[in-house]
């Protein structure tokens, strides 16, 4: 049972996560072999000032 976890910035509309969700279980289906409803797929939406880039978070880089 594959299980992929990603962080993104949370923001984004819920169609686009239900997009991404189906695009990488294809993904994992046709590199793994595994079967789709085998594939657990985890988004965690992190805030803007909670991630960093070179020293500065998002939410600085966005009101800049």
């Known amino acids: 049972m594959p299980l992929i ?4 910035i949370e923001g984004r509309p819920p169609e686009v996560k239900k997009e991404l969700i189906r695009e990488v279980t294809d993904a994992v ?6 079967k789709p ?3 657990r797929v985890l988004l965690y939406e992190v805030p ?6 070179g020293g500065v978070s998002k939410a600085d880089e966005q009101d800049s």
């Not at 803007?48 to 880039?53: I, K, N, Q």
Request: net charge negative.
């Open 37 to 39: 409803e085998a594939v």
């Open 29 to 34: 289906v046709r590199t793994l072999g595994a």
């Open 5 to 8: 976890q990603m962080s993104i």
């Open 48 to 53: 803007p000032e909670h991630w960093g880039v």
